[in-house]
């Protein structure tokens, strides 16, 4: 069903945004694009849920549609073991780059014949695709030297044809697969300077330590990007233009008031915006009433979720997170700490940088605040 359907709820969240789910980043786009076409490496930075992903899609898809590039991608989520790795790089080196290049399957299949250990290739009957296998039981050398070769094809397989980008989302979790395989990632990598390395991962702390700490092989090896909120004058228009669609409206205050509460969170405004939708009946006009009874709903959908960080939450950090949610803390003074009962100037600072670690908080012009969109709300809820 088109999701323009009038009864289909127009908002999505969860997966990635795509094509008419997708709004504004135009310079972020442009910019990403320009960037993969010179073959800069580039890591994005970006709290939990703020688009990366979809950002990168949606790059990378316009670029391929435009015939001029072509991309590789590796979701290191759900990826325990260099096998695993070399599965799934298999999987996309054959689908998304040994496949145009050279359209006929068994030229395509033919590329991965010259590996260490010698991939198990299944059809799926269904739908026709392929998959590799990589034995466990592998040595060590094996399976080094298999990853390596798979990590050099995409640009051999290009080469005089066309530009190549690798793009690792979840790229924290290499340092879970394997510590070494920073130094041999980035060994290949740096004699690819015609590749476009694209890097975005979703824990922070992890990602500065593999692309800011000196010590490590992947510091200052890719241009760093922050991906932000979406403004929410931008943002406006999109969900005006998402009840349209569907035959229904938003008044001007409501929407106002869902991009206060959510201040263009990608992620939270889509879901506060699903869930206001459904107060609405065809025809009709969702205004600020809905709107609470919205907020309500998504708090009563996440409420599982905010409990478990609270139960999981120290005494001392629970203060800290009743503090923020009441207002974001610009200076930790003297005078704020006495006032909110927050204990000393050290237990606050440890307390919100555990708290930033868990990306729970983080830090912006405004000062500290609490990064997941609603947890503020429920907590003020939970003190009333
Ligand atoms: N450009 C956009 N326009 C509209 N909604 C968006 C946009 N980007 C992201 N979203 C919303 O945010 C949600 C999360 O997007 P995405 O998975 O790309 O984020 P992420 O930063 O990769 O998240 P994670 O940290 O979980 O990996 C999407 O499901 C969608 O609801
Ligand atoms: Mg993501």
């Known amino acids: 069903m088109p999701v323009s359907a009038?009864?289909?709820?127009?908002?999505?969240?969860?997966?990635?945004?795509?094509?008419?789910?997708?709004?504004?980043?135009?310079?972020?786009?442009?910019?990403?694009?320009?960037?993969?076409?010179?073959?800069?490496?580039?890591?994005?930075?970006?709290?939990?849920?703020?688009?990366?992903?979809?950002?990168?899609?949606?790059?990378?898809?316009?670029?391929?549609?435009?015939?001029?590039?072509?991309v590789a991608q590796v979701d290191l989520m759900?990826?325990?073991?260099?096998?695993?790795?070399?599965?799934k790089l298999a999987r996309s080196i054959y689908e998304d780059i040994?496949?145009?290049?050279?359209?006929?399957?068994?030229?395509?299949?033919?590329?991965?014949?010259?590996?260490?250990?010698?991939?198990?290739?299944?059809?799926?009957?269904?739908?026709?695709?392929?998959?590799?296998?990589?034995?466990?039981?592998?040595?060590?050398?094996?399976?080094?030297?298999?990853l390596e070769r798979l990590l050099e094809l995409p640009a051999q397989l290009a080469a005089g044809r066309k530009r190549v980008a690798l793009v690792f989302d979840e790229f924290q979790e290499i340092l879970a697969i394997d510590p070494g395989l920073t130094p041999l990632m980035r060994s290949i990598f740096q004699s690819q300077a015609e590749v476009a390395h694209v890097y975005l991962g979703s824990k922070r702390s992890m990602m500065e330590r593999i692309f800011s700490d000196a010590n490590e092989p992947f510091w200052r090896s890719a241009k760093r990007t922050e991906l932000g909120l979406i403004d929410p004058p931008l943002f406006a228009p999109f969900i005006a233009g998402r009840f349209r669609v569907t035959?229904?409206?938003?008044?001007?205050?409501?929407?106002?008031?869902?991009?206060?509460?959510?201040?263009?969170?990608p992620y939270g405004?889509?879901?506060?915006?699903?869930?206001?939708?459904?107060?609405?009946?065809?025809?009709?006009?969702?205004?600020?009433?809905?709107?609470?009874?919205?907020?309500?709903?998504v708090l009563r959908s996440e409420n599982a979720h905010f409990s478990r960080i609270w139960e999981?939450?120290?005494?001392?950090?629970?203060?800290?997170?009743q503090a923020l949610a009441a207002a974001p803390l610009r200076q930790i003074t003297e005078e704020k700490r006495r006032e909110l009962n927050l204990g000393g100037d050290a237990t606050v600072r440890k307390a919100l940088r555990a708290l930033s670690d868990d990306e729970l908080v983080l830090r912006d012009a405004g000062g500290y605040r609490i990064a997941e969109p609603f947890l503020a709300e429920w907590i003020r809820r939970q003190q009333s």
Request: aromatic share 8%.
């Open 6 to 70: 009038p009864d289909a709820n127009p908002f999505r969240y969860g997966d990635l945004a795509l094509d008419d789910a997708f709004t504004d980043r135009a310079d972020e786009l442009r910019e990403l694009k320009s960037d993969i076409l010179s073959g800069q490496n580039v890591v994005i930075f970006a709290p939990r849920r703020y688009g990366k992903s979809s950002l990168v899609w949606k790059a990378t898809q316009e670029l391929i549609a435009a015939d001029q590039v072509l």
């Open 269 to 297: 405004t889509q879901e506060l915006c699903y869930y206001l939708w459904q107060e609405v009946a065809a025809g009709g006009t969702a205004g600020l009433d809905d709107l609470d009874r919205a907020v309500t709903r």
């Open 98 to 146: 040994a496949t145009p290049v050279f359209r006929v399957r068994e030229r395509a299949v033919a590329v991965f014949r010259g590996l260490r250990i010698a991939p198990r290739i299944t059809l799926d009957p269904d739908d026709g695709s392929l998959s590799f296998g990589f034995e466990a039981s592998s040595r060590r050398e094996d399976i080094d030297a298999t």
């Open 312 to 321: 999981k939450s120290a005494s001392g950090h629970r203060l800290v997170l």
């Open 247 to 265: 035959g229904r409206a938003i008044d001007a205050e409501a929407l106002a008031a869902v991009l206060v509460i959510t201040q263009g969170h």
């Open 78 to 87: 759900a990826t325990p073991s260099k096998e695993k790795l070399a599965e």
